[in-house]
């Protein structure tokens, strides 16, 4: 009997599994009670189980489960209507370039009062949003790593503000100054991206929750998903962005009695930062060559670390150079009525939380091999050991024919 339904069977093993993972996805990640989607999750499971018991066929039970998708994607576009940015305060850090100069332009651009922070008040970025924003953008000088000028910022923004509070702060300002194996890199780099990604920002946030509690306001941090998947040759920048995960997600566990709404953005691969410029990368990649021991050097090879620096910039040169889905997502963590815990912009990111969440670590790791760093080349002394391994091993073969012509 069980032969005439294998295929069925799978199919209904398959579905049966993504419901229950899901249920405790949601419970364990939900900051709401866990309730609602207990029941519903498990609702939806006994409904699957009921139309299994029925032997309804498959493809019936595929096109139910499709309609009740269609169904609850309805639901959600039938959300209450924006909130109105007139009148709101938003403070932006690292808008020198890339994310943070585009929202500070569009929201800006949308009507709210904008606090825009940039390392160089001459630079580019910094005259770029004085000549085509409006009056109500205020330019302020900060080093997210300096006390001091975090200080001085809140201390600027509160005059700004007057008796006001403060609706959003996006914090925006983050660096990846290492590429290459965990070994190869400076602990300066593990310094240096921590110091900016998690303290730094930790820094800023702590500095100006008082005014985002007065105005029960929106904290939106873009992060990055080598925070929560471990991309190979990204060690130091995915340990700090793992370490600002962890703050960002029990802050808003902390802050839900004050009403302040707290969102991550996890981006996919954008042009941004030094990523497209390729004097930045051969001056990394130089700074790397200098720093290794001869040994190490010796171990790893320089070819090897050459095509890391090779693989980088192909990657970056074909990251994407429309930002629009991460400037969408902070809109929207900064005026839904419902702001999402989680948005992932732009295309594939999605697809790799599910695989990561939900398929066998082989899989998962595989997949994130293929799609970051197609590495060719092993460590020279891995080279070499397999070299010699096979030598040996036909040393060994040629020993054993000789061996059965004698006999």
């Known amino acids: 009997m069980m032969d005439d339904y294998t295929l069925p069977f799978w199919i209904y093993l398959a579905v049966l599994t993504v419901f229950v993972g899901g249920a405790m996805k949601k419970i364990l990640a939900s900051h709401l009670s866990a309730a609602p989607p207990l029941v519903a999750w498990l609702g939806a499971t006994v409904l699957v189980e009921r139309l299994w018991a029925l032997c309804l066929p498959a493809v019936l039970l595929l096109a139910l489960l499709g309609l009740a998708c269609c169904l609850y994607s309805a639901a959600r576009t039938g959300q209450p209507p924006a909130l109105p940015a007139h009148g709101k305060a938003v403070f932006i850090t690292g808008c020198d370039s890339g994310f943070g100069n585009a929202a500070a332009k569009h929201l800006d651009a949308l009507g709210f009062q904008v606090f825009a922070t940039v390392l160089d008040l001459s630079g580019d970025g910094a005259r770029e949003l004085q000549r085509t924003c409006s009056p109500r953008l205020t330019l302020l000088q900060v080093d997210i790593t300096q006390p001091q000028q975090v200080q001085q910022a809140l201390l600027d923004t509160k005059a700004k503000l007057g008796l006001k509070g403060l609706w959003g702060l996006v914090n925006n300002a983050g660096v990846c100054v290492n590429f290459g194996d965990s070994e190869l890199s400076l602990m300066s780099n593990f310094r240096g991206c921590m110091e900016v990604n998690f303290f730094g920002t930790l820094s800023i946030t702590k500095s100006f929750l008082p005014l985002l509690r007065q105005a029960k306001g929106r904290i939106v941090t873009i992060s990055s998903p080598a925070g929560d998947q471990p991309f190979p040759c990204l060690a130091a920048y995915g340990a700090s962005k793992a370490a600002l995960n962890l703050f960002i997600d029990t802050l808003r566990h902390e802050l839900e009695p004050w009403g302040v709404r707290v969102s991550t953005i996890l981006p ?43 693989l980088f910039q192909t990657y970056a040169s074909q990251a994407n150079t429309d930002l629009s889905p991460v400037i969408d997502a902070i809109v ?76």
């Open 268 to 310: 996919s691969s954008y042009k941004t930062g030094q990523s497209s410029n390729r004097t930045y990368w051969e001056q990394q990649h130089k700074q790397l060559l200098q720093s290794l021991s001869p040994s190490l050097l010796e171990d790893y090879g320089e070819d090897y670390v050459t095509e890391t620096k090779e």
């Open 332 to 407: 929207q963590a900064l005026l839904s009525p419902k702001p999402h815990v989680r948005y992932f912009a732009g295309p594939g990111v999605g697809l790799m939380y599910f695989i990561h969440n939900y398929c066998p670590f082989s899989i998962s790791n595989r997949f994130l091999q293929k799609l970051f760093l197609k590495k060719k080349l092993m460590p020279r002394a891995l080279r070499k050991q397999s070299g010699f391994d096979l030598n040996l091993s036909l040393h060994n073969n040629n020993n054993n024919n000789n061996e059965e012509k004698l006999k």
